[in-house]
């Protein structure tokens, strides 16, 4: 292993030092009784609050897309259903490692596959395990309200599609 920043060992030579001394670019807010286990050397791209948004409007999106061009058999329309389905279950796995690494949570690699397959079953039992005592209930009920904001949206896009035909 290297001596340097990050790796615990010190560093070579005076640059090695002054780079050991900057602060990491993101350090995640944590929730009071968590600690990140790590801080990350980048900043992410989305929030988590971001991630949220733009899964919200993928699906908006996607149900307009899929509604307008019903019936239809092409090849991108089948390519258009493999990348927002590939994209929602990105953008779902995306928000939960911010949330896990903003609350210091260990990573999983059953929970991680979890995110990815089992969605509606798995992030909810992630909120209630990671919140502290006394916000587990409310995270899980933010979750579902998030959900009917999902169906909303969803219902929205099939409303404007019918619309526009």
């Given at each position: ?25 993101f350090v995640p807010e944590c929730a009071p009784g968590y600690a990140p286990r790590y801080a990350p050397r ?48 990105f953008l779902s796995f995306y928000w939960f490692r911010l949330d896990r690494e903003q609350r210091g949570w ?60």
């Open positions: 292993m290297e001596k340097g920043a990050g790796s615990g060992l010190p560093p070579r030579d005076a640059a090695a030092a002054a780079d050991a001394a900057k602060p990491a670019a980048y900043a992410p791209v989305l929030s988590p609050r971001g991630a949220a948004l733009a899964l919200l409007a993928l699906m908006f999106v996607s149900t307009l897309v899929d509604a307008a061009t019903e019936g239809r058999d092409s090849v991108a329309l089948l390519l258009w259903t493999f990348v927002s389905g590939f994209s929602s279950s260990p990573r999983s690699r059953w929970l991680s596959a979890a995110v990815i397959f089992l969605t509606p079953l798995a992030i909810p039992w992630y909120i209630a395990r990671s919140r502290p005592r006394g916000r587990k209930l409310r995270g899980v009920l933010r979750f579902f309200g998030y959900v009917l904001l999902v169906l909303l949206a969803s219902a929205l896009g099939g409303m404007l599609a019918l619309l526009l035909a």
